[in-house]
């Protein structure tokens, strides 16, 4: 069975800082790998989705890697902002007979202070 | 973009009752999914669906059902509410790996 664990679990940073949040997980074989971002009481927004034929991806200030082999991915999120401050997920697919089944972690909780 | 809509966003049922979340989606994606989030526990998929009428269980479905009559609408339904159950519920879907979320529905079953 798949386990996800992220690293830190919480990170409070000063506005400005670049920053790297951590996702393991135990089940190497994974079609692709997405990144959520959920404010307090919401739903989750969709960041960066990672195919396992891609090493990385990017969107602005946000980039995402993939290394399948070690079971591990990593958010980088350059020059924080006080509207980063959120709770992170990362969620593995496995595709194949369970395509579009996510597993998730508990998140890392990020506060970016002015 | 893509919008996932939730029927409730908060919702308060009392023990026994059967509680209907609905879940629709405008962009014809063909897979749906129903979540629960709790602390420490994280996102549990409770049901998921690959095409109108499908329906597969997830990792937690007991004391759940669903129903998918139209593409773009997935209803979890339980059948007899219990404390439980309260949690937040979470509705997604996709056309093929990217999921896209509701902004959920935080069910107190008293």
């Known amino acids: 069975k798949q386990e996800v664990t992220q690293i830190p679990a919480a990170l409070s940073v000063p506005e400005g800082e670049n920053l790297v949040l951590n996702c393991s997980f135990t089940d190497s074989a994974i079609y692709n790998l997405q990144w959520f971002r959920q404010d307090p009481g919401k739903g989750l927004t969709s960041l960066l989705l990672?195919?396992?034929?891609?090493r990385e991806q990017t969107s602005g200030r946000l980039n995402a890697s993939l290394d399948k082999s070690s079971g591990r991915s990593t958010l980088y999120i350059a020059a924080s902002q006080p509207g980063d401050s959120a709770t992170y997920l990362c969620?593995?697919?496995?595709?194949?007979?369970?395509?579009?089944?996510?597993?998730f972690g508990q998140g890392t909780i990020l506060t970016v202070h002015p | 973009d893509v919008k996932v809509t939730q029927s409730s966003r908060y919702l308060v049922k009392r023990t026994g009752e059967k509680v209907f979340l609905e879940c629709v989606q405008d962009?014809?994606?063909?897979?749906m999914f129903w979540y629960r989030q709790d602390p420490g526990l994280g996102l549990r998929l409770i049901y998921f669906?690959?095409?109108?009428?499908?329906?597969e269980k997830g990792d937690i479905p007991e004391g759940y059902s669903v129903s998918r009559e139209k593409k773009e609408r997935f209803s979890l339904i339980l059948e007899s509410a219990s404390t439980n159950q309260t949690s937040m519920y979470l509705c997604?879907?996709?056309?093929?790996?990217?999921?896209?979320f509701g902004p959920g529905t935080r069910l107190t079953v008293t």
């Open positions: 669906s690959y095409d109108v009428k499908m329906k």
């Open positions: 969620a593995p697919d496995a595709g194949g007979t369970s395509y579009g089944k996510l597993t």
């Open positions: 962009m014809d994606h063909e897979n």
């Open positions: 997604a879907s996709s056309r093929r790996y990217e999921q896209y």
């Open positions: 990672i195919q396992s034929s891609q």
